[in-house]
């Protein structure tokens, strides 16, 4: 399902003091999503920044969701030489598909850098919106876990194009499976298919069901 992923970065503070001259920092902010870029403003001479920054918003499907977390790099502005990294912020989007879950992930973050250790914090919230389509399964949280499960699982193998993988699809009321060595994905997917529908209340026709084969 596509959607859209939102983030709106407020604020940083007890940044590590990066330029020795003014014993301050000039911080600005990189925000990635998949192959998306976004940047703040750069706040001068300030250990506790505030960027209030406009919402940057990334075009996603919930796959993409699941599988890649946010990425929210500080780094210290310097106009002569290279920017200066103070520390990542890694922020899992998952847990912003449940229905029945909060819609926005939201406060302060610390500010981790692998050799310093921490090195401040942000403040940062994020928002997802989900477009609605036709699969009122999809929608609901065992439908996330039912299609996660699907991808996540190492026994059901899936078709690779061009270096990209696809295992599951959904089209309105309907799956796509695109699966390799079939006697055994097959088995482990109605595996999962009968325990979900158990769970969910909700029932896939299999005697509906095709099967192609290439």
Same mark, same amino acid.
């Given at each position: 399902?596509?959607?859209?992923?939102?983030?709106?970065?407020?604020?940083?503070?007890?940044?590590?003091?990066?330029?020795?001259?003014?014993?301050?920092?000039?911080?600005?902010?990189?925000?990635k999503f998949?192959?998306?870029?976004?940047?703040?403003?750069?706040?001068?001479?300030?250990?506790?920044?505030?960027?209030?920054?406009?919402?940057f918003?990334?075009?996603?499907?919930?796959?993409?969701?699941?599988?890649?977390?946010?990425?929210?790099? @500080?780094?210290?502005?310097? +106009?002569?030489?290279?920017?200066?990294? /103070?520390?990542? %912020?890694? &922020?899992?989007? =998952?847990?912003?598909?449940?229905?029945?879950?909060?819609t926005?992930i939201?406060?302060?973050?610390?500010?981790?850098?692998?050799?310093?250790g921490?090195?401040?914090?942000i403040?940062?919230?994020?928002?997802?919106d989900?477009?609605?389509?036709?699969?009122?399964?999809?929608?609901?949280s065992c439908? @996330?876990?039912?299609?996660c +499960?699907?991808?996540?699982n190492?026994? /059901?193998?899936? %078709?690779? &194009?061009?270096? =990209?993988?696809?295992?599951?699809?959904?089209?309105g009321?309907?799956i796509?499976?695109t699966?390799?060595?079939?006697?055994?994905?097959?088995?482990?997917?109605?595996?999962l298919?009968?325990?979900?529908?158990?769970?969910?209340?909700?029932?896939?026709?299999l005697?509906?069901?095709?099967?192609?084969?290439?």
């Amino acid at each position: 399902m596509p959607g859209k992923l939102k983030v709106k970065i407020v604020a940083g503070r007890h940044l590590p003091v990066m330029d020795r001259a003014s014993d301050l920092t000039d911080a600005f902010v990189e925000v990635k999503f998949g192959n998306t870029t976004f940047k703040t403003d750069v706040y001068p001479k300030s250990l506790n920044p505030q960027w209030n920054s406009e919402w940057f918003k990334f075009e996603v499907d919930d796959e993409d969701l699941q599988d890649e977390p946010l990425q929210i790099t @500080v780094l210290d502005h310097d +106009t002569y030489s290279a920017n200066d990294a /103070i520390g990542k %912020v890694y &922020i899992d989007i =998952d847990p912003l598909l449940y229905t029945e879950a909060a819609t926005v992930i939201s406060g302060w973050f610390p500010i981790y850098d692998t050799i310093h250790g921490i090195r401040g914090e942000i403040n940062v919230v994020v928002k997802v919106d989900l477009f609605n389509d036709l699969n009122r399964f999809r929608q609901s949280s065992c439908g @996330v876990k039912f299609f996660c +499960t699907i991808r996540l699982n190492v026994n /059901i193998n899936r %078709v690779k &194009i061009r270096g =990209d993988e696809y295992k599951v699809v959904e089209y309105g009321d309907d799956i796509l499976l695109t699966l390799t060595n079939p006697l055994d994905s097959l088995c482990e997917t109605l595996t999962l298919i009968n325990q979900y529908t158990m769970l969910s209340g909700y029932k896939l026709y299999l005697t509906k069901s095709k099967v192609n084969r290439n």
